[in-house]
């Protein structure tokens, strides 16, 4: 079974802090995703990444920045926390290619900032 | 991407079949329906897709109306661990998936 592991279950940050979230991997995926989910408004896309070094924006990248420096790790980074980015937000993986979009998801990361 | 309308709610009864609908009358050629659950504190987990036959598989059965405007999520036997937020999709095979309010389903005893 493929395993998608978030670095936190719950994170807790003051407005400014730079924050960083990880997510690992551990099936050789090329794409890994980074979505934010709130009340009502389902899950929206912040990065996505089809391989080592390579990131592409979403539909809501406006700060937040990633970082995909080996392919089993997507980090998602805050760099100066606000607190309308309170929320959920969750890892996914892929295989990549033409034939499978199947994706996997982690368990997120409830993060508030004060 | 092509958007997709679903109930925002719906009920169903234990051992009964749940029927799940989905609007995607902007649905091109090349875009796949898919579908996602979930189950509350989990991340979503993937249930089937298709493109224009109907699916079947160990969870699920997917049934695609001919002019692919529409379709229907079928779970033949609803369990109280079925209770969860079901999201359709529509997505090209190189396009990102985007998600959007979904259905939240809750099976009674």
């Known amino acids: 079974d493929v395993k998608v592991t978030q670095s936190s279950r719950y994170l807790v940050k003051r407005t400014g802090e730079k924050v960083f979230l990880e997510c690992v991997q551990d099936?050789?995926?090329?794409?890994m995703f980074w979505y934010r989910q709130d009340p009502g408004l389902g899950l929206r896309l912040i990065y996505f990444s089809y391989d080592v070094k390579m990131k592409e924006k979403g539909d809501i990248p406006e700060g937040y920045s990633v970082s995909r420096e080996k392919k089993e790790r997507f980090s998602l980074i805050l760099e100066s926390a606000s607190t309308n980015q309170t929320s959920m937000y969750l890892c996914a993986t892929r295989q990549g290619g033409r034939t499978n979009e199947k994706l996997f998801f982690g368990s997120g990361t409830q993060l508030s900032v004060l | 991407d092509a958007k997709t309308t679903q109930p925002t709610s719906m009920d169903c009864a234990e051992g009964r079949a749940a029927n799940l609908p989905c609007n995607h009358s902007?649905?091109?050629?090349?875009?796949?329906v898919y579908w996602y659950r979930q189950i509350h504190s989990q991340g979503p987990q993937y249930i089937i897709h298709g493109l224009k036959n109907n699916e079947t598989n160990e969870m699920a059965s997917l049934i695609i109306t001919e002019d692919r405007k529409s379709s229907t999520l079928i779970l033949p036997h609803a369990t109280l661990r079925d209770t969860a937020v079901y999201y359709c999709?529509?997505?090209?095979?190189?396009?990102?998936?985007?998600f959007g309010a979904g259905t939240t389903v809750t099976v009674r005893a």
């Open positions: 902007t649905i091109s050629g090349n875009e796949y």
């Open positions: 099936m050789d995926h090329e794409n």
């Open positions: 999709i529509v997505s090209s095979l190189d396009y990102k998936l985007s």
